[in-house]
């Protein structure tokens, strides 16, 4: 497969290297991530249990050292130290301040992170997205930055850069239309709020070919 995507150019370790292999073998390409130091990353439509497989490995073709919050509870246990390595977050949600406050927190102590959320929630017809990533976001003072795995162009990209307003539903409106943009795997599993926008935009596109 001949591959132009200069962010899956270069050696680096192992793992990258491997990663990169793998999405090279399966023929998906991978868009450079986009020039920011700190941001929440929200990856969707999430519709498929091979959207986190690409999405890690996206990560770490990209040498992203992306971070994810889990419970803390989680922690305790033997594996503990391992999902640490892998980027876990500890969060108490019975804490005071929250996911937001403890999410931002940490965000706070790192001069590069990025944090990877998914608030779908969900990998099949969500009625409604959580907006702790928005809140999140506003308060640390980082843009969100869309993440999308287009399974008809066998693409993972960074649509969108939203420095995230005052205007909630607003924002939460151009991100469902970035989603919808996107051909997921299994679009008959989409979240309300993208589908309803995708099956508007398929029914224009089945009436233009006609």
């Known amino acids: 497969?001949?591959?132009?995507?200069?962010?899956?150019?270069?050696?680096?370790?192992?793992?990258?290297?491997?990663?990169?292999?793998?999405?090279?073998?399966?023929?998906?390409?991978?868009?450079p991530f986009p020039?920011?130091?700190?941001?929440?990353?929200?990856?969707?439509?999430?519709?498929?249990?091979?959207?986190?497989?690409?999405?890690?490995?996206?990560?770490?073709?990209?040498?992203?050292?992306?971070?994810?919050?889990?419970k803390n509870n989680l922690f305790k246990g033997p594996f503990g130290w391992l999902l640490r390595k892998l980027g876990g977050i500890p969060v108490d949600r019975a804490r005071a301040g929250g996911v937001v406050g403890q999410t931002v927190a940490e965000l706070n102590l790192h001069d590069r992170i990025i944090v990877v959320m998914t608030p779908e929630g969900t990998r099949s017809n969500a009625d409604k997205w959580k907006t702790g990533f928005h809140h999140i976001a506003r308060q640390a003072g980082l843009p969100i930055v869309l993440a999308t795995a287009d399974y008809e162009k066998k693409q993972i990209s960074f649509p969108l850069v939203l420095e995230p307003g005052d205007d909630l539903e607003a924002d939460m409106e151009r991100i469902y239309d970035c989603f919808s943009e996107v051909t997921p795997r299994h679009p008959d599993k989409l979240s309300r709020p993208v589908k309803v926008l995708w099956d508007q935009k398929q029914a224009v596109k089945r009436s233009a070919d006609h």
């Open 1 to 31: 497969m001949q591959n132009n995507n200069k962010a899956l150019s270069g050696g680096g370790s192992l793992m990258r290297r491997v990663a990169i292999g793998l999405l090279r073998l399966l023929g998906w390409e991978v868009r």
């Open 35 to 70: 020039d920011v130091p700190k941001a929440i990353v929200v990856g969707g439509p999430h519709t498929s249990n091979w959207d986190g497989f690409l999405g890690i490995t996206s990560g770490i073709a990209l040498t992203l050292h992306a971070r994810f919050m889990i």
